[in-house]
């Protein structure tokens, strides 16, 4: 036989071997083929080529053998694909070279050294990593690895891994998103960790800071809530003269499967496998809300997550731009009201529970008290601030801040000390303000328990001499205006700028009682501006009930309300953007809808729930929403969904759970039976709109247009009928149908049914259907839904205003039932 039909023979026998044999090497004569995989020892990690989401394109990558959702965690070629399967890997003697090649292309992704090994073999372990080795060595620790893919991440991090800076190489280890999720290669965020003061974590886009964790302070970074993960990972933080890095250990390995991912829209999130429902459950996020956008409130400002606005400005300081902060654009900062002048009697006032400024423009040193780290700063005249460098033994060592300082926020959980340099004049003042604080706390305190006692008194009384009449309850606009509900008042002006003017281009669409516009005020932060429509006395009525059931609640599935304006008779309200829109448009279009998984649609349920179970019982006011409808559930950029349209809500007080109005508002198909003939609201109202929702998500079809060649049952009775013939199956849709997690998708549409059930008193309350979803308790058997059969409930004749039943929109409607 002549070499080359040798070493083709060859190559072919080692290519079968890798094939065919759980190996979890390549050794030096083998060639690694499209198709071939190794997988780590105990199983956990297998190394291959793939095609990521819709690509084509094909990449060497490692991912989860054990996991049954394809989650790549490192690419090789991630910058240069394969557009065939013809690539191949080799371990080459001369030099350690590790390449994948494409006949036609060449060298697609290699490494190489000059220093000679003399059996290299690549091996993948069951951390992830994958090392290249000298055979002929034992290895004992990292020390002994020629290469690892450790050292080079991509989007994830995993347990184990370092993340920091090598100061004796100079390698420095940054994670960076892919461009999508079909596309792995570099995009533009990046995340790594700075040291050019103390050192800090930053995530950016290009040059641009979006956001970052506060410091290390011994024990953990500081601003990443880790909620119910403690126990599960510990974190390391290594800081000395040959290196800086942090990394986190699972406790035990085997109880949990955790990651951390840099998402291609530019959050960080810390991820934990859910073994039960087959996801990937988000722990925690690095932009998790708006005070951890860098620097929102600029310098000097601060960053409160449970005011609106949010930012205010340190004590002694002020806005640089008045019209800029009344506009919501904070990014110019404060400024001082008195300037410091050096060497003069100046001071320090401290900050309780707040995060840490931005570290880029500190120093620091560990061998100090706080008492020596305040002399420090007074001797340097630009010294801003100092706090502890180190959290540990009671705090120590010291931190000092030089030039403005930005981006801080309120953090009472976890929040640190901080002392920023003021005058003489503002300390005088702020003594004196505390005095002053203490003897007017105490007044108001004696004046307080004296309106207390005197309200309760009237409260009897009043609740003696009537009943409450929910119906005429709406709050004037000048009530709204007194009740101090701290919502900012934007100007005409600067929204119309906004909005430019409410050109067309900008309309998001219709809503209820006028268009929705999209705008980005000057500070960049784009907003949603509804415009209700200046004639109608029900937009009157909407804007009033939106601004004081909202304005004061806060729920990561609510849609915030940022501000209205008032001026020119004009009635608008302006809500944070929702990039995704509303979930009609994703469930009822057949392309749009292949772009949700059952995972996706899953978290869109459970966030629904928990939203609505916030307003039921979880706020201040019990607040019944009476339109909850797939248009009115918004989707931010993550499709995380938020709660929206709060025109039609009702609030109740103390322990009022139910309600009767002769004027009948909602949408066709969501509404209850005992609200839609009786006008009889109630939690159970919105937990029966709540199940209708399900339903639809799940079979993508409108309740209201919904029909079936074999029988004239609505969309609830067709599903009612499937659940008692034992044929789920036959409900759920397409892209559904592709998840393997059946299971789970009958359990919500059980649940749905139970929530739909005729009688009120037989559906679950929201609390209920939140342990029905995140539990596997057993389910009881649904009862026949209320509109069982109905198509359209109402007569015609019954509107006041006839509403628009064409295809694409729902209408919400009122109408009016004979009072009784
Ligand atoms: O389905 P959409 O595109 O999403 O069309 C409707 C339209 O305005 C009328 O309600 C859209 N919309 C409403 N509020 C917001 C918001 N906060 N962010 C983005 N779009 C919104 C909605």
Known sequence: MQLPSIILVCSILSSTLIKSMAVDTISMHQTFRDGDTITSAGGEFQLGFFSPGSSTNRYLGIWYKKISRVTVVWVANRDSPLVNTSGFLQISREGIILQAVNSSTGIIWSWSTSKLFKNPVLQLLDTGNLILRDEDRDFKSEEDFIWQSFDHPGDNMLPGMKFGIDLVTGMNRISSSWTSVNDPSRGSFTIGLDTSGFPQILLSKGSVIQARTGRWDGYKFKGIPKRSLNGIFKDEFVFNEKEIYYRFYL???????????????????????????????????????????????????????????????????????????????????????????????????????????????????????????EKLCLKNCSCTAYANADARRGGHGCLLWFGELIDISDYAEDGEDIYVRMPSSELVKSRKGKLEFILITAVLLVVLVGLILLSVYKKRKLMKEESLKLDSESVSLTKIENEDLELPLYDFESIAHATSNFSPEKKLGEGGFGPVYKGTLTGG????????????SQGLDEFKNEVSCIAKLQHRNLVTLLGCCTEKGERILIYEYMANKSLDSFIFDSNARNTLDWPKLYNIITGIARGLLYLHQDSKLRIIHRDLKASNILLDHDMNPKISDFGMARSFGGNETESNTSRIVGTYGYMSPEYAIDGQF??????????????????????????????????????????????????????????????????VIQIGLLCVQHDPEDRPVMSQVVLMLSSNMKLPHPKQPG??????????????????????TQLTITTLLPRQ
């Open 251 to 373: 406790v035990n390995p085997t109880s949990a499967t955790m990651r951390i991912i840099l998402t291609p829209t530019g959050n960080v999130k810390v991820l934990v496998w859910n073994d039960q429902q087959q996801i990937w459950t988000v722990y925690s996020s690095l932009m998790d809300n708006d005070c951890d956008r860098y620097g929102l409130c600029g310098g000097y400002g601060i960053c409160k997550i449970d005011k609106t606005p949010r930012c205010e400005c340190l004590r002694g300081f002020v806005p640089r731009s008045q019209e800029k902060w009344k506009a919501a654009d904070w990014s110019s900062g404060c400024i001082r009201k008195t300037n410091l002048v050096c060497g003069t009697d100046e001071g320090f006032v401290k900050y309780s529970g707040v995060k840490l400024p931005d570290m880029r423009s500190s120093w620091y040193t560990l061998k100090m008290s706080l008492q020596e780290c």
């Open 525 to 536: 932060l784009e907003i949603a501006v509804k415009r209700l429509s200046k004639d109608s």
């Open 682 to 747: 109630s939690v159970k109202s919105d937990v029966y709109s709540f199940g209708v929702l399900l339903i639809e998500i799940i079979t993508g079809v409108k309740n209201r247009l919904f029909s079936h060649p074999d029988h004239s049952l609505n969309l609830l009775g067709h599903a009612w009928l499937s659940y008692e013939q034992d044929n789920l199956l036959q409900l759920i849709d397409g892209v559904i149908l592709e998840s393997n997690n059946y299971s789970e998708v009958f359990r």
């Open 787 to 808: 509109f069982f059969m109905e198509r359209y409930l109402l007569r015609q004749d019954q509107f006041l205003s006839k509403p628009n039943l064409s295809s694409s």
